[in-house]
Nanobody
Framework: QVHLVESGGGSVQAGGSLRLSCAAN?????MGWFRQAPGQGREGVAV?????????TDSESVKGRFTISRDNIKNTLYLEMNSLKPEDTAMYSC?????????????????WGQGTQVTVSA
C-alpha cells in the first residue's frame, strides 16, 4: 500500500504556471498524474517509470506545456504546468504502483491520492 499526498494546486490566471507535487510514503515504481474536470471522466495526463521513462497523453491540449518528473530519493512526483488555460481546470490526482509490468497511461493503478484542485481563470 502506498500513501500519496498531493500539493501545489491553486487558482491562477491563464498563462500562469503551477508545480504540483505528490509525496509517497515509500518507494514506488510507475507513477502518474491524472485529472478530472467537472462533469467529465478522469483523464490520464502523464506517467513516469522509476527510471524516468515518461509517457504523455496524446491530447494536444497538454503537449509541450506539462512536464512530469520525480525524485526517487524524496519519493516525490512532480508535474510542472506552464501556459495554463481555463480548460486545464480540474482536480489533479497522482497514482502509483510498486511494481508494474509496464508504465504507461493504461497501467492499472491501485494507489491514489486525494487530489489537488487547479483552477485557471481567463
Amino acid at each position: 500500500q502506498v500513501h500519496l499526498v498531493e500539493s501545489g494546486g491553486g487558482s491562477v490566471q491563464a498563462g500562469g504556471s503551477l508545480r504540483l507535487s505528490c509525496a509517497a510514503n515509500r518507494s514506488t515504481g510507475c507513477m502518474g498524474w491524472f485529472r478530472q474536470a467537472p462533469g467529465q471522466g478522469r483523464e490520464g495526463v502523464a506517467v513516469i517509470s522509476r527510471l524516468g521513462r515518461t509517457s504523455y497523453t496524446d491530447s494536444e491540449s497538454v503537449k509541450g506545456r506539462f512536464t512530469i518528473s520525480r525524485d526517487n530519493i524524496k519519493n516525490t512526483l512532480y508535474l510542472e504546468m506552464n501556459s495554463l488555460k481555463p480548460e486545464d481546470t480540474a482536480m489533479y490526482s497522482c497514482a502509483a504502483e510498486i511494481t508494474a509490468i509496464s508504465c504507461d497511461l493504461h497501467t492499472q493503478f491501485n494507489n491514489w491520492g486525494q487530489g489537488t484542485q487547479v483552477t485557471v481563470s481567463a
